[in-house]
């Protein structure tokens, strides 16, 4: 995962000092990179024995690693900006052409943060489980219920037996009744929505295998999985919170969804030319679909 992306994601679940490092930290990498510790220390009003602790927590022996860490990504940021990324704010009087940039911007720079840290032996892991598995509940709400209503189409179609649910006393039903073998998902981009977090406790707790996927891999619905797969996520002026996490979460569940297909693979090719035949008559001549 690229540092800055796991700095975001994981601030929100920091002690309060930790938090104030990161929020400095993100407002300006290139600023960051350049400072000492006490500079750091002071601009975050924290202390350096914080600094210490918050470059351990990410895994670094000490302050120096950090900073040759973010110059390193900084610099390629840099670099990929020009090409990915106008500004998060779109104004009211603003032209649609830097509405088309901003959007296109966001999403491609999110995509690719969302594959740079993307756990592909954890990807493996969920589709191993997926393509054996008796049953398949997926939940999500809001914007988060769209994606798994999606992933729920793309499932079914290669027929792998999955429901998705998005109204909570429906999925706590379904969750009761899996076992093991089976899988659960659950779908939130703050991974703190209380009930796809009782969902996936409750499904965990018949044997059923629990899978989180989320842009906070900290959160408490990470907390109660057994697999978790990241999410990235960029907010701009109309695009906030779990609205901005849409395409990662699509992008997360459709290489899960392609590999899962991959080892049901003669069965996922039957199912395509059967499903193929069938809508046949319902599409007018002269095109390829």
Same mark, same amino acid.
């Given at each position: ?38 500079? !750091? ?39 990929? @900006? ?52 008796? $049953? ?17 189409? $793309? ?9 998705? $649910? ?27 929505? @209380?009930?796809?977090?009782?969902? !996936? ?75 193929? @035949? ?12």
């Amino acid at each position: 995962m690229e540092l800055l992306s796991r700095i975001r994601a994981e601030q929100a679940d920091q002690p309060e000092a930790l938090r104030k490092v990161a929020e400095v930290i993100l407002a300006n990498p290139t600023e960051a990179a350049r400072s000492t510790i006490v500079d !750091l220390a002071e601009r975050s009003g924290t202390s350096t024995a914080t600094i210490t602790r918050f470059c351990r927590a990410l895994g670094f022996g000490g302050y120096a690693e950090l900073r040759v860490a973010i110059a390193t990504e900084s610099g390629r940021t840099a670099r990929q @900006r020009w090409e990915t990324d106008i500004g998060q704010e779109i104004l009211p009087a603003d032209g649609l052409d830097r509405v088309l940039g901003v959007v296109s911007g966001n999403d491609i720079r999110l995509i690719q943060e969302t594959a740079a840290q993307l756990d592909l032996a954890m990807v493996e892991k969920v589709a191993e489980a997926i393509a054996h598995a008796g $049953r398949v509940l997926l939940f999500g709400v809001s914007s988060s219920a769209a994606v798994s209503s999606e992933m729920e189409h $793309r499932l079914q179609r290669i027929r792998i037996p999955t429901w998705s $649910r998005s109204d909570a006393h429906s999925a706590l039903s379904d969750a009761a009744l899996l076992g093991h073998g089976d899988v659960a998902v659950g779908i939130s981009h703050s991974g703190r929505t @209380r009930e796809v977090i009782e969902v !996936l406790a409750e499904a965990g707790s018949h044997g059923a295998i629990t899978v989180a996927v989320t842009s906070h891999p900290s959160s408490p619905l990470a907390e109660v999985a057994e697999l978790v797969l990241a999410t990235a996520s960029r907010e701009t002026t109309f695009r906030a919170h779990g609205f901005a996490a849409i395409h990662s979460q699509l992008l997360v569940l459709d290489v899960v969804y392609v590999s899962v297909a991959q080892r049901t693979y003669e069965r996922t090719r039957e199912a395509f030319d059967l499903t193929v @035949r069938a809508v046949e008559g319902h599409r007018l001549p002269g095109g390829e679909s």
